[in-house]
Every structure is written in structure tokens, then in C-alpha cells.
């Protein structure tokens, strides 16, 4: 079974500065892949970025990156020079991918909830 | 390009009620995921159809039911509601020939059972 942990239940940071929302997953498989995604109060989920467990590099995204430590199975989200719009819920997701197909569910975290303040 | 799409935005029902929510998935796309998110929790996932079959299950009762049509688009039917089917349902698409990606998700439909 996967498990995904998001132990900040809210955090604020100042406009302008940087973020790192943390996640820790369990798995015992070798092949999944990792998600941020965004939802603001309107209810939908929009996608953030995405790290592979094989990907050697830790991915970026405009101004999230996400910090991948597969031996400490953590995969952070950090977000640069935050925006107001930036205030939202944000849920860690992993889905592990059965015999190499694409078709694994997604396992989400309990979410964190982010404040920018002016 | 339409993304996601879902119906209604929102719905009231009672008890014992039974209740169809439609998703129609971003073009291009063949599979579709239902989730369930309660209040100030994480989606769970109830199902997901790929070529109008059930190809995964989460752990909800058999009162949940889907359906996939040949257009790729699906409906989520709950039979026998019960107040803790509150929630906001998310449906997903992505693709099947794709290997990692993410899954596109639509605004969701607000279900309150009272």
C-alpha cells in the first residue's frame, strides 16, 4: 500500500519569499511517479509538477521546484518569490505504476494549507 | 481545447436517495478516474474506467457504481446515500498510451446529502 504524509497542516510566508511545503511518501515499489497539485478554494485540482522515481534530476516548473530525496523518500515542493494567488490548499500525490502501465491511482496527502500575506 | 468537464456544480439530496454525477475528459483522452474528497481531506479514490470497463477499485461500497460510453465520457452513480456521501466529487482523465503525466482534473461536483 502507498501512504503519503503532509505533517504542516498550514503555513504562511510573506509575499515575494520562497516556500518549501513538505511531503514524505511510502512505497514499496520501484516505479512511481510524484505530484503537486494546487486547489484553490473553487474546488479544482490543477496540476503543479511531477517527479519520477528514475528521473535524475529534480524537476522544475516555472517557480515550483521539487526537491527529491528518494532515500529519504521526500519529494518537497518549493515555491519561489510567492504570489497572493498562490494562497490555496496544496496536496502531494503519488501514483505507483503497475507493471508499466499508466493507469495507477493517485494516493493523495491531507493537504497544506498555504497563506501569502501581502 | 476543452478541459474536464463535469455535471451538475451542485447537488442537494436526501437520504436514501440515489444520485448520477456525468465527467467528460479532456480531448484526447480514454481513461477516467472518480475521486472522492471530503471536507478538509485528500481525494480518495473510488474507480477508474478505461475502455468501459472498471479497471481499478478503491475501497468503497458497492452503492458506488460508474459507467464508461464510447465517447470516453462517464457517470458515477450512488445509490442509497448516506449523510457521510457529502463530499466534492473529482473526476480525472488522462490518457492510457501515456506512462507518467498527470491527470487532468475537472472543477468538480459539490454533493450535500441532508
Known amino acids: 500500500a502507498q501512504k503519503i504524509t503532509q505533517t504542516q497542516p498550514g503555513m504562511f510566508v510573506q509575499e515575494k519569499e520562497a516556500v518549501t511545503l513538505d511531503c514524505t511518501y511510502d512505497?514499496?515499489?520501484?516505479?512511481?511517479?510524484l505530484f503537486w497539485y494546487k486547489q484553490p478554494s473553487s474546488g479544482e485540482m490543477i496540476f503543479l509538477i511531477y517527479?519520477?522515481?528514475?528521473?535524475?534530476q529534480n524537476a522544475t516548473e516555472g517557480r515550483y521546484s521539487l526537491n527529491f530525496q528518494k532515500a529519504r523518500k521526500s519529494a518537497n515542493l518549493v515555491i519561489s518569490a510567492s504570489q497572493l494567488g498562490d494562497s490555496a490548499m496544496y496536496f502531494c500525490?503519488?501514483?505507483?505504476?503497475?507493471?508499466?502501465?499508466?493507469?495507477?491511482?493517485?494516493?493523495f496527502g491531507q493537504g497544506t494549507i498555504l497563506t501569502v500575506h501581502p | 481545447d476543452a478541459g474536464v468537464t463535469q455535471s451538475p456544480t451542485h447537488l442537494i439530496k436526501t437520504r436514501g436517495q440515489q444520485v448520477t454525477l456525468r465527467c467528460s475528459p479532456k480531448s484526447g483522452h480514454d481513461t477516467v478516474s472518480w475521486y472522492q474528497q471530503a471536507l478538509g481531506q485528500g481525494p480518495q479514490f473510488i474507480f477508474q474506467?478505461?475502455?468501459?470497463?472498471?479497471?481499478q477499485r478503491g475501497n468503497f461500497p458497492d452503492r458506488f457504481s460508474g459507467h464508461q460510453f464510447p465517447n470516453y465520457s462517464s457517470e458515477l452513480n450512488v445509490n442509497a446515500l448516506l449523510l457521510g456521501d457529502s463530499a466534492l466529487y473529482l473526476c480525472a482523465s488522462s490518457s492510457g498510451l501515456t506512462n507518467h503525466n498527470e491527470q487532468f482534473f475537472g472543477p468538480g461536483t459539490r454533493l450535500t446529502v441532508l
Open positions: 474506467y478505461y475502455e468501459e470497463e472498471e479497471r
Open positions: 512505497t514499496s515499489d520501484q516505479s512511481y511517479g
Open positions: 500525490a503519488m501514483r505507483v505504476v503497475p507493471g508499466g502501465t499508466s493507469y495507477g491511482k493517485l494516493t
Open positions: 517527479q519520477g522515481s528514475y528521473d535524475e
